[in-house]
């Protein structure tokens, strides 16, 4: 057996922590989600990333929220409706799947507002052939 040196232990942990760090990718700022990149991060983080849990429930919740904010709009009184799904309905880890896919397929937006380039996704996935709109 082959004496291991000092320097090849102290090179492996270099770069066992350079790639600990590429994998986790999740930082304070993508919290705010001020970009789609944000968003994005967080909705990708890796399961290595110590902040993975919460990154994924996050981008669940941030895309559900907005979602359901766009319902109730469209069944009030002058609502307005611009999605139409199929009958067999995708489901919702299928369409947040969909999205990530489209928004990495799609770096322009990557500077816009979140809401601003899920609701592209959405319009350009699931249009109505007629919209609705309000009175």
Partial sequence: MKPVSILSIFIGGIFSTAIKAAVAAVIE???????????????????????????????????????????????????????????AKPSRNETINQFIAWAQQHPQYRNELPVETEFRFLIEKWPCNEVSHPK
């Fill in 29 to 87: 700022d993508d919290f705010k989600v001020a970009k789609t990149a944000n968003l994005i991060n967080l909705c990708t983080a890796s399961p290595d990333d110590p902040r993975y849990r919460e990154a994924i429930h996050f981008c669940h919740g941030y895309l559900v929220g907005a979602f359901h904010y766009y319902r109730a709009q469209e069944t009030g009184a002058e609502g307005s409706k611009f999605l139409c799904f199929p009958e």
